[in-house]
């Protein structure tokens, strides 16, 4: 049956679709990675091998696949396509790496970059797999790429992935280290307790979510300039209220 695979006693019947780069980019259109990836896997069937072919819109097959989150069929592709088609941009600029990036396929991500994919590709805009993460909220994906070297710079617009993230409501902020106090903090003669605790959430520019050892969840107060990741640790200190009695 045409784009379709027949498994019944042992056989297969692939579409001939399968058979060229273009095919594999209907196939998945159509909602039937599973079959372009049973032609690839199958010896007796013929390889594309013009996987720099292209959709209408410039995706590649390997990029349809990665923003699908087909993570089996990229696999397959991956060995069969050079530098250039894994880093290859469709017409908004968009390689495989941003495409898995921004739809939240952290596992996609992990073996594109273990192909080589370039983590620091550029739309016109300024837009990168790590901005496109943190706009849509990816923080294992945001993590993973500024493992590999992701630049965090500002965008066309001169907004960071971080600005980003905040603008669309998404608590990602850089991993910055955050200094310690010494155990006797004094303000207006009066000790501060600097237990460490987890941030959980950013509630404001000023304002943190804290949760302390013994479990109790506390706001903390900030300048403004000072960025703490989430899941980082902070002192507690100045201006710490019960969570209940935020008024934000």
């Known amino acids: 049956m045409l784009g379709r695979s027949l498994r019944c006693v042992g056989v297969r019947t692939f579409s001939s679709n399968a058979a060229s780069s273009a095919g594999i980019i209907e196939l998945i ?36 696949a990665s923003r699908g989150g087909h993570l089996s069929l990229c696999r397959a592709i991956l ?17 495989a790496l941003m495409c898995a990036s921004a739809s939240g396929h952290g596992e ?30 990816h923080a294992s994906i945001v993590d993973q790429l500024l493992a590999h070297g992701a630049d965090a710079s500002p965008n066309v ?21 955050v200094s310690t106090p010494s155990q006797s903090n004094a303000v207006d003669d009066q000790e501060l307790d600097t237990t460490p605790a987890r941030v959980t959430r950013i509630l404001s520019p000023m304002h943190v979510e804290c949760e302390l050892p013994d ?27 019960p969570a209940s009695s935020a008024l934000l």
């Open 215 to 241: 479990g109790f969840t506390v706001v903390v107060t900030k300048p403004d300039n000072v960025m703490v990741p989430v899941r980082g640790q902070k002192p507690t200190g100045e201006a710490t209220l």
């Open 157 to 177: 617009m001169g907004k960071t992935p971080w600005d980003l993230a905040a603008e669309k409501g998404h608590a990602i902020l850089p991993p910055t280290d």
């Open 108 to 137: 996609v991500c992990k073996v594109l970059l273990a192909a080589g994919a370039d983590v620091n590709i550029k739309t016109r805009y300024g837009s990168t797999a790590l901005s496109k993460a943190a706009e849509a909220g």
């Open 29 to 64: 259109k159509q909602g039937q990675a599973d079959v372009a990836l049973d032609a690839l896997e199958d010896a007796s069937s013929s390889r594309p091998d013009d996987w720099d072919i292209t959709d209408a819109y410039g995706s590649t097959a390997l990029t349809l």
């Open 79 to 95: 060995p069969h396509v050079t530098s250039s088609v894994l880093n290859q941009a469709n017409m908004f600029g968009s390689t």
